[in-house]
T-cell receptor, first 113, second 110 residues
Framework: DAGVTQSPTHLIKTRGQHVTLRCSPI?????VSWYQQVLGQGPQFIFQ???????GRGNFPDRFSARQFPNYSSELNVNALLLGDSALYLC????????????FGPGTRLLVL | GQQVMQIPQYQHVQEGEDFTTYCNSS?????IQWYKQRPGGHPVFLIQ?????EVKKQKRLTFQFGEAKKNSSLHITATQTTDVGTYFC??????????FGPGTRLSVLP
């Protein structure tokens, strides 16, 4: 079975632009979480979705939004990009919601110039 | 909010030496997970600890959950060059989402 997939793998944007990142969870997994990992730091929780509903939100501004589709894939959207948004964006899938093992995808490396 | 700390930040060891990283939470946890991230890679799940005082072993790796469920440790016996990477703990409070620690970066000199 395929693991968690994310697209694109790399992305370069300029300040003020908008970006959409995509994630496909492991088949059968219903929960997707998004994390931001700045170089040299641990992943920071952004959102969790389970059965298409938002179940958790981290301390990120409203410029960040996400959604989960009926097939359990997910999108993370970031508006009005700032230089500080440059990071590795990780998607993690789990079978159920809280307390489950999380399987991370390879991430999308976003560079904002 | 919940604070998660890890020490040390960096550890350089000679191949064959032991290594230990510690994770401390400001709040009581429902469970804690450990992940390994190789340079340029993504976090890979290692273990989950749920019970107070729990000890789990995976070959040369020993994981421990504190009695008060506020701290945890990962110990590697006789490190190998394949152990190189950053080790993260991810702490979950009751009804909360996971909070990752800042990680301990391990380098192993052959």
């Amino acid at each position: 079975d395929a693991g968690v997939t994310q697209s694109p793998t790399h992305l370069i944007k300029t300040r003020g632009q908008h970006v959409t990142l995509r994630c496909s969870p492991i088949s059968g997994h219903k929960s997707v979480s998004w994390y931001q990992q700045v170089l040299g730091q641990g992943p920071q929780f952004i959102f969790q979705y389970y059965e298409k509903e938002e179940r958790g939100r981290g301390n990120f501004p409203d410029r960040f939004s996400a959604r989960q589709f009926p097939n359990y894939s997910s999108e993370l959207n970031v508006n009005a990009l700032l230089l500080g948004d440059s990071a590795l964006y990780l998607c993690a899938s789990s079978f159920l919601s809280l307390g489950e093992t999380q399987y991370f995808g390879p991430g999308t490396r976003l560079l904002v110039l | 909010g919940q604070q998660v700390m890890q020490i040390p930040q960096y550890q350089h060891v000679q191949e064959g030496e032991d290594f230990t990283t510690y994770c401390n939470s400001s709040t009581t946890l429902s469970n804690i997970q450990w992940y390994k991230q190789r340079p340029g890679g993504h976090p890979v799940f290692l273990i989950q600890l749920v019970k107070s005082g729990e000890v789990k072993k995976q070959k040369r790796l020993t994981f421990q959950f504190g009695e008060a469920k506020k701290n945890s440790s990962l110990h590697i016996t006789a490190t190998q060059t394949t152990d190189v990477g950053t080790y993260f703990c991810a702490a979950q409070g009751y009804g909360q989402n996971f909070v990752f620690g800042p990680g301990t970066r391990l380098s192993v000199l052959p």
